[in-house]
């Protein structure tokens, strides 16, 4: 093999895959290092496509046993068959996985197997899994390295019984009492597959809402939803450690305000209290410049300290920690890298949860406004006022538009709907054209549809929503 290369790019999740194949259509000789078996990262194999999987599973279930019978449809003996549903999620993990492998082949890009570092000015070295080192050339080399879970101080993952994400979404049997820490969509997202599949699950958050950085609208709406589905919160707890005796672990916290003790035993717990990036001994010793998060500091064209050196992805210091945000950058850094202007709008990266009823955000909350001391008009539409919602026995929710005052410019969206996930990606579209509320107000929407209740939000935003 020709060990010179154009681009060399590490890691192989959303961020690197997509850069490379944008490299490839570009013209550009690519290879991309992978120290897993698979392609796809994170989000492939133990992140958005997994957990989405068991929750839709979950979700089917669920309303099989408690709403099919409500609108006339009558069933029996209801079984889970856990086994078969875990199936059915490493089915979809491996044909996806599978299906970047064959984008690689199709772009003619180099698939290199092993853990790579940079070990030169141009360098990059790969260890394959039977311990042998190559040594690569390129011009040009794009860390993304992605992100691992967090715990916090003292206690130890051992994915049997204090899990990680990766653990929870990969569980024999159902947990009879499950404690998730963090309240964050990680944590609400695996709490609600097993409640559904018969768990009794307690979240234990450090702060008093959940989902932090949420329009708060929007948390406490979401905090009644899941309440009434089950779902247990100590909320302002702090956990101060877990002991794991006769295989079932303890849980102590401490309630922040009362300084009140706590502790519930359970089967299994998992610990969902972020993510860190995945900063190798290579990146260190280079001394390529970091934040006060460890997350590798780059500029506009997601350079990094050192020249040639790009990075994107969880690993980087903008933005959230996305599978699309990554995707995004790995197209704008390969364009960079081939002569032209890539360019990603962190003012506009959706953001959605996908529990039932789903959540999903655009651009500014009312919070962050108020800090900016920016102006603003609300507008407000609830399902129960939708017609698609109400027939579809899902009337949960509201749409929430925000507009500058003066201007009328969308600068954020919030939704919590049983389709908001799908619904957000047009107030992305009209905020990326720098809409107003009226453009979105004064736009035809299909009836009977969810998205009406965004048109009547845009129009709330002027107090004459017409259904409310
Ligand atoms: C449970 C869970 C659910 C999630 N759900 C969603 C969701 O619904 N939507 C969403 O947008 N995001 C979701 N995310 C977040 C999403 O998975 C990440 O934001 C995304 O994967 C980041 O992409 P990345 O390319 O930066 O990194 P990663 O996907 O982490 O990929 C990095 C890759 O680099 C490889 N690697 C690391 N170091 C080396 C090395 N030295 N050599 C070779 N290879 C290396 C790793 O093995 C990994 O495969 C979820 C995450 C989790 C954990």
């Not at 290369?5 to 961020?15: A, E, L, S, T, Y």
Request: glycine fraction near 8%; charge should be positive; aromatic fraction near 6%.
């Amino acid at each position: 093999m020709n060990n010179n290369f154009d681009v060399i790019i590490i890691g192989g999740g959303p961020g690197g895959y997509v850069c490379a194949i944008r490299c490839a259509q570009l013209g550009l000789k690519t290879a991309c290092i992978e120290s897993r078996d698979t392609l796809g990262g994170t989000c492939l194999n133990v992140g958005c496509i997994p957990s989405k999987s068991l929750l839709n599973s979950s979700e089917m279930y669920h309303k099989a046993q408690k709403e099919f019978h409500k609108i006339g449809i009558e069933t029996e003996n209801i079984k889970l068959n856990l086994s078969k549903m875990m199936n059915n999620k490493n089915k979809s993990v491996l044909t996806l996985t599978k299906g970047v492998e064959f984008l690689f082949k199709k772009n003619k890009i180099t698939h290199l197997k092993g853990i790579g570092a940079i070990s030169g000015k141009n360098i990059v070295t790969v260890r394959d899994h039977s311990g042998k080192d190559s040594t690569y050339n390129t011009k040009n080399i794009v860390i993304s390295t992605g992100s691992i879970p967090t715990s916090l101080p003292g206690i130890k993952i051992d994915e049997k019984n204090i899990v990680s994400s990766t653990g929870a979404l990969s569980f024999d049997k159902v947990p009879a009492e499950l404690v998730v820490i963090g309240g964050g969509y990680i944590g609400l997202e695996l709490s609600s597959v097993w409640k559904r599949l018969g768990a009794n699950v307690t979240v234990v958050e450090y702060l008093d809402n959940i989902l932090p950085g949420v329009d708060k609208d929007i948390s406490d709406e979401f905090l009644k939803i899941l309440t009434k589905q089950g779902i247990k919160f100590k909320l302002g707890s702090k956990v101060t450690d877990i002991s794991n005796t006769k295989n079932r672990p303890t849980i102590n916290f401490t309630k922040i305000e009362s300084e009140e003790k706590g502790k519930i035993e359970c089967d299994k717990v998992l610990i969902a209290v972020g993510r860190k990036p995945n900063i190798g001994k290579d990146i260190i010793d280079l001394g390529i410049k970091l934040d006060k998060r460890d997350q590798i500091q780059v500029n506009k064209k997601f350079e990094t300290s050192i020249k040639n050196v790009f990075a994107i992805g969880d690993v980087i210091d903008k933005g959230p920690m996305l599978a699309h945000k990554a995707e995004d950058e790995g197209i704008a850094v390969a364009e960079i890298i081939a002569g032209q202007a890539g360019h990603v709008n962190y003012d506009v990266i959706p953001a959605v949860i996908y529990t039932s009823p789903e959540i999903a955000m655009v651009g500014k909350t009312e919070n962050d406004l108020k800090k900016e001391n920016v102006k603003y008009k609300v507008g407000k539409f609830p399902f129960l006022a939708n017609s698609r919602a109400k027939v579809n026995n899902e009337a949960e929710g509201f749409v929430k538009i925000i507009a500058e005052a003066s201007t009328d410019k969308v600068l954020g969206v919030s939704i919590i709907s049983a389709v908001a996930g799908t619904m957000i990606a047009e107030l992305a579209l009209a905020m990326e054209f720098g809409a107003s509320s009226e453009d979105i107000a004064r736009t035809c929407h299909a009836h009977p549809t969810h998205s009406e209740a965004i048109k009547e939000a845009a129009m709330a935003v002027d107090k004459r929503p017409i259904h409310f």
